[in-house]
């Protein structure tokens, strides 16, 4: 059966020939960035993409179709379109069956990634264990996603809305390696620092790609997280952003926010609450994890050689 997922032309090229490629995820741009920024920091993070060697693959559900790779045309619409659905790995098959549009988190561009023989995804940060899980139960689908689908996921580390601890105590249960990159602690997202030691260290991206090679030789299910701290010129300490988080919180349990409405809704409080601040340090730290995932995705791409990405026949 032929996965029901479109290739861009570019993309569709690169995976035949074997060369590196690199999914990005969509919620960031729909909810995670207001417009006009997220068609920009869009267009820019591909930029760097491609700048570095690799073939940027955006996923999204248009009309019922899920495509990896899309135009430049349909990335504005996209992020100029308002109510765009927030798929997970629960929405993905509903929103196609019916003709919807939507865009895509963490887990549901890990599926799509999968599909197109895509092993490296680069992105802001990941869902987590919400502070409160212990009455809520919010927990992301993201984690249970990376135990399951194997799709290396380059990310700032998780954001101090969640629990992080809950959320590293997770991924360890979960199975999934967590690997900081050039330190030995965990970034949190803004900040380069955290209290939180890191299971795994790897400075180079050839050792990431190859502990990638060698989870599918071990037939290992699921992926890897690399958790990639902000560049320095670029972090916020957390005590600026802790009282902000706090309110940008109060607010949501005040409105009654819950469900997949809790992630969007505070990143957009946050980002009004910092006046630009929060998403200056945004843009920098999802090209930074362009640039990472670019080298990842390049390193693969040679320890495969060249007859081809990935010994699949999804793409036949
Ligand atoms: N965390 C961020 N920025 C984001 C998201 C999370 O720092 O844009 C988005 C991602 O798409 C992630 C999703 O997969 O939110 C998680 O939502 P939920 O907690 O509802 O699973
Ligand atoms: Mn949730």
């Known amino acids: ?37 997220n068609f920009e920091v869009a267009c820019r993070v591909e930029a760097e993409i491609r700048a570095h060697g690799a073939v940027p693959a955006t996923i999204a559900v248009l009309d019922g179709v899920l495509h990896a790779g899309l135009s430049e045309a349909e990335l504005r619409a996209l992020a100029q379109s308002r109510d765009v659905a927030k798929l997970s790995r629960a929405d993905l098959a509903a929103c196609m069956a019916t003709g919807g549009t939507g865009a895509t988190t963490v887990a549901a561009t890990m599926i799509a990634a999968r599909l197109a023989g895509i092993e490296v995804f680069a992105t802001g940060g990941i869902g987590g264990v919400h502070l409160g899980a212990e009455t809520t139960f919010d927990v992301s689908a993201d ?56 299971p795994l260290r790897m400075d180079a991206p050839a050792d990431i790609a190859a502990a990638h090679v060698m989870r ?77 995932g670019a080298a990842i995705a390049r390193e693969l791409s040679e320890a495969r050689g060249c007859a081809g990405a990935t010994p699949d026949a999804a793409l036949r």
């Open 1 to 37: 059966m032929i996965p029901p997922i479109t290739l861009s032309d570019e993309v569709r090229a690169a995976r035949e020939a074997g060369r590196p490629v690199v999914a990005l995820e969509s919620t960031i741009i729909t909810h995670g960035m207001p417009w006009p920024d």
């Open 143 to 198: 984690l249970r996603e990376l135990a399951q689908t194997p799709v290396t996921v380059v990310a700032a580390g998780a954001k101090a809305i969640l629990d992080l601890a809950k959320t590293w105590e997770m991924l360890e249960t979960l199975g999934v390696p967590v690997i900081a990159v050039g330190q030995d602690h965990l970034p949190a997202f803004w900040s380069r620092g955290s209290d939180f030691a890191a």
């Open 216 to 292: 599918g030789a071990l037939g290992l299910e699921g992926g890897q997280l690399v958790a990639n701290p902000i560049p320095a010129a670029d972090e916020i300490p957390a005590a600026d952003l802790a009282p902000v988080i706090g309110q940008a919180m109060a607010e949501a349990r005040e409105r009654g926010i819950s469900a997949k409405e809790v992630t969007p809704f505070l990143l957009g409080r946050i980002f009004d609450l910092t006046e630009g601040r929060s998403l200056a340090a945004n843009i920098a730290l999802v090209m930074n994890n362009a640039r990472l």
